[in-house]
Structure formats: structure tokens, C-alpha cells
């Protein structure tokens, strides 16, 4: 009987995928040619909120570009990334500014997250090593807790992750941001799942920094479209002023 036992613990590990194939599933969650997204922003801060809405683009790694649909003192304001340029175009002057790379990295826009964090560039599988260290139930799912640290090469802000991907559908609900002092700096949540195309995801995002009272940026999906042809054409400093939502 013990033997059997065993051996039935054994089988059972035995089909438990390893850290590098549970974060392969939850990036296949987003990977495509193209993605298009209408999302509503809220940050709150101690003694303010701010609400915005943004339609975004993006293709593979290279390209990506965002437009600010309101409030209304920000209408028309667009960031675009175009391979290794950032531009910003401001509808009122009617001028694009290209901005440094490192503006990637940087608060946008007043929120919690950075613009890489909107477009969603870093490859983690590339840039982390991975393993699985526990389990937690995270928005009412239960999900692999796994550790990611830096690759010597990679060029990457954070000097770890948390990351919590659930053991059903294999979305990322949970990260936590450490910088390179290993000292926690962000926690993002996701929750409130829904399908998109033929994709489950989590519609709904907060970021919270850990050592700022008061302060969260919420980010809520109300459409996201895959695989929709985009030409790179459209993702050109000539083209700023014609990006409409």
C-alpha cells in the first residue's frame, strides 16, 4: 500500500507542469499579431481622483500606441513607441515631442504604472528565471506562486517578481514588483474574468504601491480585439496627428 501510495504522489507531480511552462500558457493568454483595447483608468490619490479613458494599439514588441479619449483637458494626447523612439503628440500645440526611452519605465500619465507596464513589453520568460514556490488563492482562484529573478543579460527594471497564475485557466492574477534592493515596491491584482474573442482574461487591474498610503491606479478593459491587421505605417511620428480611437 505505502508503495502504491508513492508512486500515485509521484504520477500526480508528474503532471504538474514546471514554472517555465505555467508562465508559457498565461503569456499565449496574449500573444498575437496585433491587440487593440478600450480600457477606463482611475487613479486615486489621498485628496484626488482622476478618471481617463484610453484606446490603445499594439503590434508585437516593437510598435504600440495609446490615445487619450478623456477627460476632455486631455483629448486627442497620444504615446507612441516605434521600435526604439517615443513620441508624445499634443493635440493642443498640434506638435509631436519624442521623449527619451526611460519614459517607458517612468509613471505615465500621473498613474501607478509605467507605459511598459500598459503595453506590456517585457517577454518574461526571456528576461526571468522561474520556479514554482507555493500555492495561494488569489480573486477567489487557486494559483502557482512563482518566483522570477533577473537573467545575468537582461535588461530588465525590477530585481524580482511574485507572479500568481491560476491552475484553471492559467491567467495572471497576482504580481508583486520588487526593486533591485529586493524590497517590495508595487502589488497589481487582477480580478473579475471575462471572456474576449475566444479568450478568458481578467478584465479588471490594480495597481497599489506598498509604501504610499492612499494611492492605487485602477485599470478596467471594456474591449480588447486580437490578430486585427494593423500596418507598422501606422505606427510613424507622420502619423501622431491622424491616430483616432
Do not use: H
Not at 516605434?82 to 509631436?96: D, F
Not at 505615465?108 to 513589453?121: C, E, F, P, Q, Y
Not at 502557482?144 to 524580482?160: F, M, Q, R, S
Amino acid at each position: 500500500m505505502l508503495v502504491i501510495v508513492i508512486l500515485w504522489s509521484q504520477l500526480a507531480k508528474a503532471d504538474e507542469p514546471n514554472a517555465i511552462q505555467v508562465l508559457q500558457k498565461a503569456e499565449q493568454k496574449l500573444l498575437s499579431s496585433s491587440m487593440i483595447t478600450t480600457m477606463n483608468i482611475t487613479i486615486e490619490r489621498p485628496r484626488w481622483t482622476k478618471q481617463m479613458e484610453l484606446k490603445t494599439w499594439s503590434k508585437g514588441k516593437d510598435y504600440a500606441a495609446a490615445y487619450v479619449i478623456g477627460p476632455e483637458k486631455d483629448k486627442g494626447t497620444v504615446y507612441l513607441k516605434s521600435k526604439n523612439a517615443v513620441y508624445n503628440y499634443l493635440p493642443k500645440i498640434k506638435k509631436s515631442i519624442q521623449l527619451p526611452v526611460t519614459m517607458l519605465n517612468q509613471s505615465w500619465m500621473g498613474t501607478d504604472l509605467s507605459a511598459d507596464d500598459l503595453i506590456k513589453l517585457t517577454n518574461i520568460t526571456q528576461d526571468y528565471n522561474a520556479r514554482i514556490t507555493g500555492s495561494q488563492n488569489v480573486s477567489g482562484r487557486l494559483c502557482y506562486e512563482i518566483l522570477l529573478t533577473p537573467k545575468e543579460d537582461a535588461d530588465v527594471l525590477w530585481g524580482k517578481l511574485i507572479i500568481y497564475i491560476d491552475k484553471v485557466d492559467y491567467i495572471q492574477l497576482k504580481t508583486v514588483f520588487y526593486d533591485e534592493d529586493l524590497v517590495a515596491v508595487n502589488t497589481l491584482v487582477a480580478s473579475q474574468i471575462k471572456v474576449f474573442g475566444d479568450r478568458k482574461l481578467a478584465s479588471k487591474i490594480v495597481m497599489t504601491p506598498q509604501k504610499k498610503t492612499g494611492y492605487k491606479t485602477t485599470i478596467e478593459y471594456t474591449r480588447i480585439i486580437f490578430n486585427q491587421s494593423i500596418p507598422s505605417s501606422f505606427f510613424t511620428k507622420e502619423n501622431l496627428p491622424k491616430i483616432k480611437p
